[in-house]
C-alpha cells in the first residue's frame, strides 16, 4: 500500500487487497461519518454502553476550556512548595499519566509524578518510605468513584498525611478526577480535598487520556498540555476524511481486517524512545475493546525485538518512532527485517514528542474502527466484572473466617508450590508440561501478583523471551491486579488460545487498610487483598474454561523465578 498519508506507512503483503476492500466498505457504509454522528449502529443495534461513551470524539477540543482551572491548581502547589506527586488509581486512570510521565519528563519547578497501581504491600510500602509526605500531592482517580483499589490507596495515604500535617490539613495534600456524583467526589468534599476535577461522564476510562484523567497530571509534570490538545484536535480533524484517508480508520482497517479469523491478531507494538512506555496505554485500549465475544486482538507490549524466525504467522507489527528519535537499539532495521521477511508492519512516524496527543486519539479512532470489523462493542467490558466479583466473595471469606479459600498444591518443591499441575514429575516438568499442551496461534500470559520492581521484571522479562523463541508463541507480561484493568477483559472474553501462568508471593511485611479515612479500625491488608485478587482472577479463568497454572514463589521471588527459568533451559 506504500505512503498512504504523511509519517504513516505500511507493508502489508498479501494482506494489501483485503484491507483496500475493507477501507473501501467503510467508506460506501459511511462509517467515519456515522461514527462522528453518534450512530451506535455502526457497532451494535442496540445504544447500551456506545450512545454515552462517544464523548472522546470532541474532549480534545472541549478540554479547552478546563485548562484555566487545571493550571490554577498546578500553580497552587507548586507555590506552596510541593514537589512530588503520587496518582492513585487502575487501567483507565493510571496508564495515561504514566506515559505522559515517561515521554515528558518533569519540566523544571514541577513535580514529579508516581503512579501506584499495585496492591502489593512492598509497592505500597516503597512510596511511602522514598517520599516526603508533607510536599506530596495524592491525585485520587477513578471513573466510578468507587474502584476498590483506589480507595484502598487513598485511605492507607490520608492516614498517613493527617499523621504528618494534621487532620485541619490532610485534605489539602489530596485532588480527586472522577465523574460527576461518583462516591469519590463525595468523599473529596467531606475530607477537604483542595479540588476535585469532575470529568466528561460520556467516555469510558480507556479512551480518557485528554480528559481530565489524563491532562491534570500531564500539567503537574510541567506539559504543555495546550500544545497537546492542538496535536490531538489536528489528528481529530484528520481522522473527519474519508476512510482511504483518514489516519484512524487506516490504522482501524489493518489491524481488525488482519485480526478477523485470528489470522494475524498479536498486535506487536515497537515503539523506539522515549515512546517505549506508550505501549501499556495502547495495550488496555486495544485488549479491553476487542477481547469479548470469542474474538480479540491482543496486543503485544514491551516484548524485546525478535528475529523473522522468532515469530510465527499470527503477527502484525507496528513501529512507533518520531524525528526526535536517537538510537533505537536497533528497533528499526529489525522491522525491515521483518517486512522483508513477509510479516505485516505499520510505520507511524511522529513529528516529534507532542505527537503523543495526537497518537493517543488515533489509537482510539482506530480501535472503534477495529471495532465496526470485528463485530462487537469497542466500549464494554463485559467479562471484566468477573474477576472482580469472585476477589469480592474470597475478601467477604476472609472477613467471616479470618483466611482466604486457599485450595491444596499439587507439588510443592524447594518453597515454591505448584497448583494445577498436572501429573508432572517434580517442579522443572511442571511448567514444561504446561507449556507443552500448547497450539499454534496460542499466547502465553505471564500473570504476575508479586512485587514489580526492576529484578522481578527482568527476571519475567528473560522468562517470556525463552518461551517466544523456543515455541514461537506471543507472550505477555503482568503485574496484578493492575492488568485486570488491561487485559482482563480479552483474557476471559477472546477465543479461548491463552496459557496462564499466574505467580503469587508472600510480601516482606503487610500493612492493614484503614476500613475509613481517619479511621484506626481495619480488618483487610494490602497482601490479603492482593492474594484475594489472584485468587479471584484464577477462579475466573479457569470458569471460562482457559488453561491455567499457578506458582507461589514463597519469599524469594527473583530466585524462585530463576529456578524456573533453569527448568525451561
Known amino acids: 500500500m506504500g505512503e498512504m498519508i504523511s509519517h504513516h506507512s505500511a507493508s502489508l503483503g498479501e494482506y494489501g487487497d483485503a484491507v483496500e476492500t475493507r477501507l473501501k466498505e467503510l467508506q460506501n457504509q459511511r462509517v467515519i461519518e456515522r461514527v462522528w454522528e453518534g450512530d451506535h449502529t455502526v457497532w451494535k443495534p442496540e445504544p447500551e454502553e456506545i450512545s454515552n ?102 485511605k492507607y495515604f490520608f492516614n498517613r498525611v493527617v499523621g504528618e500535617v494534621g487532620p485541619e490539613n490532610a485534605g489539602r495534600h489530596f485532588i480527586a478526577i472522577t465523574d460527576p456524583g461518583s462516591g469519590l467526589a463525595k468523599t473529596a468534599d467531606a475530607c477537604g480535598f483542595r479540588a476535585t476535577f469532575l ?33 490531538a484536535t489536528e489528528m481529530a480533524r484528520q481522522c473527519r476524511s474519508p476512510a482511504s484517508e483518514n489516519p484512524g480508520a487506516l490504522l482501524g482497517a489493518v489491524i481488525g481486517e488482519l485480526a478477523r479469523f485470528r489470522e494475524r491478531d498479536k498486535l506487536t507494538l515497537l515503539a523506539v524512545p522515549p515512546f517505549d512506555s506508550f505501549g501499556a496505554w495502547a495495550e488496555q485500549l486495544v485488549a479491553e475493546s476487542t477481547g469479548k465475544e470469542g474474538v480479540g486482538i491482543l496486543p503485544i507490549t514491551g516484548e524485546p525485538v525478535g528475529r523473522p524466525e522468532d515469530y510465527s504467522d499470527d503477527r502484525v507489527f507496528v513501529h512507533l518512532s518520531s524525528r526526535e528519535d536517537g538510537p533505537d537499539d536497533g528497533i528499526s532495521a529489525a522491522v525491515e527485517e521483518l517486512a522483508t521477511a513477509g510479516h505485516p508492519v ?9 505527537g503523543l496527543g495526537a497518537e493517543v486519539f488515533r489509537w482510539e479512532m482506530a480501535t472503534a474502527v477495529a471495532g465496526h470489523v470485528l463485530g462487537i462493542n469497542p466500549f464494554d467490558q463485559p467479562n471484566v466484572e468477573s474477576a472482580k466479583t469472585l476477589a469480592r466473595d474470597m475478601v467477604e471469606t476472609y472477613r467471616l473466617k479470618g483466611e482466604l479459600p486457599e485450595p491444596e498444591p499439587s507439588l510443592r518443591e524447594g518453597g515454591i508450590s505448584v497448583y494445577h499441575a498436572g501429573d508432572c514429575e517434580g517442579l522443572a516438568g511442571a511448567l514444561a508440561d504446561f ?67 499466574q505467580f503469587t508471593a508472600d510480601p516482606s511485611q503487610d500493612l492493614a487498610i484503614p476500613d475509613e479515612p481517619g479511621s484506626t479500625g481495619s480488618f483487610l491488608t494490602f497482601g490479603i487483598l492482593e492474594r484475594a485478587q489472584a485468587l479471584g482472577d484464577g477462579r475466573a479463568l ?27 533451559s
Not at 507555590?79 to 506515559?99: D, F
Not at 505499520?346 to 507532542?354: A, G, H, I, K, M
Open 435 to 501: 507449556l507443552a499442551g500448547a497450539r499454534q496461534s496460542d499466547y502465553v500470559a505471564l500473570q504476575a501478583y508479586i512485587r514489580p520492581d526492576p529484578e522481578t521484571t527482568e527476571a519475567l522479562q528473560r522468562m517470556r523471551v525463552l518461551i517466544r523463541d523456543r515455541l514461537q508463541l506471543a507472550t505477555t507480561v503482568g503485574y496484578g491486579p493492575r492488568f485486570l484493568h488491561s487485559t482482563g477483559q480479552l483474557h476471559k472474553g477472546d477465543g479461548g488460545n491463552g496459557l496462564f501462568i
Open 346 to 354: 505499520v510505520r507511524l512516524r511522529l513529528r516529534d514528542r507532542y
Open 199 to 231: 470529568n466528561d461522564p460520556n467516555i469510558g476510562g480507556r479512551y480518557s487520556a485528554l480528559s481530565h484523567f489524563g491532562l491534570v497530571p500531564a500539567a503537574l509534570v510541567g506539559t504543555d498540555v495546550d500544545r497537546l490538545l492542538e496535536r
Open 542 to 568: 479457569e470458569k471460562a474454561g482457559r488453561r491455567f497454572i499457578r506458582f507461589h514463589l514463597g519469599e524469594d521471588v527473583v530466585g524462585s523465578l530463576e529456578r524456573l527459568l533453569e527448568g525451561l
Open 53 to 154: 461513551r462517544l464523548g472522546w470524539l470532541r474532549i480534545a477540543e472541549a478540554m479547552k476550556e478546563a485548562l484555566p482551572e487545571i493550571k490554577g491548581v498546578v500553580e497552587s502547589v507548586r507555590s506552596e512548595g510541593y514537589t512530588h506527586a503520587l496518582l492513585l488509581g487502575m487501567g483507565g486512570s493510571s496508564l495515561a499519566p504514566e506515559v505522559f510521565r515517561e515521554v515528558f519528563g518533569v519540566r523544571e519547578g514541577y513535580l514529579d509524578l508516581a503512579v501506584l497501581d499495585s496492591t502489593d504491600p512492598d509497592a505500597v510500602l516503597r512510596y511511602e518510605e522514598s517520599l516526603d509526605l508533607s510536599r506530596t500531592l495524592f491525585v485520587v482517580s477513578t471513573k466510578s468513584g468507587g474502584t476498590v483499589e483506589t480507595f484502598s490507596f487513598f
